[in-house]
């Protein structure tokens, strides 16, 4: 077994202690690309969760009041420490998680980079200043919410926890995370780091155990001031409506149905490339991952040659094999899924172009193994053209007019993110300006970075991640009206 993974911790993190829970039960952790049980990890119940909200709350006014250079400081050693151990992190990730090692060291490395940005980013919480009568002052200041319940997913085990807490803190609330039960053991790596930076006790807190438990503890307190979720629709729809009786504010970052546009005046080599590594990230387990590929008729052939000849170069394997471009997918029902909907595609008329099979012979045998897939003739019959595809699948959908390709786009429940690839500066406004999307990809691929907003419409959710307005997500409005007598 790795050394990085018997080093990591498996207990809850509550009030600066590792503690296991009241009852002493484990949840086995499985490496998907062997089937081989890596860990045994502690689980919370409805009681610990409730400590790690009071040590949260005991937590939250020293962290709160403390100097902001100093807390900035601490948020930098975070940084610093996240970035020495980017490789420790990325290999308990992909032995989890099964993502390429290198997309695993991108995602560690990108953590840092978010603490260092949102932390700096903190001393720019401007507040206003409103005309008002002589005798008055108009302001309005940005204070923290208080207690911050986060509960992230297993696609993004480093990404997702990073980026919730590091504006939580920076903003300074204390959290109280709860991680995938799928991967905890990244959640547990980069608490470690908190705890070797000296992050005072309460501050970050993390259980671990039933989500619908842990879930409904935290909607249920009143300490808990804010709840930011990533994860699937329905589930973020019920977290919802529990956070109902408390008032609490609250972000969800939910599903996505990414469309991929490709224009007539399209470079069409740039497309494939962008396509490809914007669709094979994580093994499509992104959720915003490109999910219907618009290709206009004209370059549809030599555009669909161009993307098969691409596909096949992409290697399945192990995720800690460098030469591997795709690892596994998370859990065998990811695959029933995916083969449920390329299934129910070609009962209707769609043609498999290249894979549509699970890999199951040699390496891949006791791993959950998909071969990367391009489906063509897709329409509006097939449950792939309304339903998000977590997995390595290219659905292709002609089109000759522009109109009838935004409408399409359009046409889904979700509005996360969307992409599209053209040359004229008429067809890109147009289309950035109708899709009805949170996010917009124009000739590039890459959505996410610190400084810019993360977030979707309709049933992908509301809130923002990263940029300035995900460090406000964290915090409250207060209008001050001072009268000098």
């Known amino acids: 077994m790795s050394e990085a993974v018997k080093q990591v911790h498996t207990q809850l993190f509550i009030d600066g202690k590792w503690v296991d829970g009241d ?199 009143d300490t808990v001031r804010k709840l930011t979720f990533t994860g699937s629709t ?71 040659d161009q993307l098969i000849k691409r596909v096949k170069q992409l290697k399945v394997g192990n995720g800690m094999d460098a030469a591997n471009d795709i690892g596994p997918l998370i859990r065998e029902d990811a695959i029933d899924k995916i083969q449920e909907q390329i299934d129910d595609a070609k009962s209707k008329g769609a043609e498999i172009l290249l894979g549509g099979e699970r890999l199951k012979d040699g390496d891949y045998a006791k791993g959950t193994f998909y071969a990367p897939t391009i489906l063509d003739h897709v329409d509006r019959s097939m449950n792939i053209f309304y339903q998000e595809t977590f997995g390595p699948v290219l659905p292709l959908i002609s089109y000759t007019d522009l109109d009838d390709a935004i409408e399409m786009a359009n046409d889904t429940e979700f509005g996360l993110a969307s992409y599209a690839f053209a040359s004229s500066a008429k067809v890109i406004q147009e289309i950035s300006r109708r899709l009805e999307y949170g996010m917009v990809g124009i000739n590039a691929v890459t959505i996410s970075q610190p400084e810019t907003p993360f977030g979707g419409v309709k049933h992908s959710g509301f809130g923002r991640e990263n940029s300035h307005l995900g460090l406000k997500e964290y915090v409250i409005e207060k209008f001050v009206n001072t009268r000098f007598i």
């Not at 470079?267 to 669709?279: F, M, N, P, R």
Request: proline fraction near 6%.
């Open 234 to 304: 329905p589930i973020g729809k019920e977290l919802y409506k529990q956070s109902a009786d408390t008032l609490k504010k609250i972000s969800l970052e939910l599903g996505g149905h990414a469309p991929f546009i490709i224009h007539a005046d399209a470079d069409i080599e740039q497309a494939v490339e962008g396509l490809t590594s914007a669709k094979f990230r994580n093994n499509g387990q992104v959720c915003v991952s490109p999910n219907r590929i618009f290709i206009h008729e004209s370059i549809k052939k030599e555009f669909t």
């Open 23 to 221: 009852d002493k039960e484990t949840k086995e952790v499985t490496n998907p690309a062997t089937g081989e049980v890596i860990a045994e990890v502690a689980q919370a119940g409805e009681a610990e969760t409730k400590r790690a909200i009071e040590a949260a709350e005991k937590a939250y006014p020293a962290w709160r009041d403390m100097e902001l250079k100093d807390r900035v400081k601490l948020l930098n050693k975070v940084a610093d420490l996240l970035e020495e151990n980017a490789d420790y992190i990325a290999e308990v990730m992909t032995i989890e998680q099964g993502k390429p090692f290198k997309e695993s060291q991108a995602e560690s490395a990108g953590g840092a980079d978010l603490f260092r940005w949102n932390a700096e980013e903190s001393r720019r919480l401007y507040g206003e200043l409103i005309p008002a009568p002589n005798d008055h002052k108009f302001e309005i200041v940005y204070q923290p919410i208080g207690v911050v319940g986060a509960i992230t997913p297993w696609n993004f085990p480093a990404g997702m926890v990073t980026r919730k807490l590091a504006p939580a803190l920076a903003a300074g609330n204390t959290v109280v995370l709860k991680p995938s039960g799928d991967t905890p053991l990244t959640a547990l790596a980069i608490f470690e780091q908190f705890e070797a930076a000296g992050l005072p006790a309460g501050v970050v807190n993390l259980v671990m155990g039933s989500s619908k438990v842990i879930g409904k503890t935290l909607t249920d307190s």
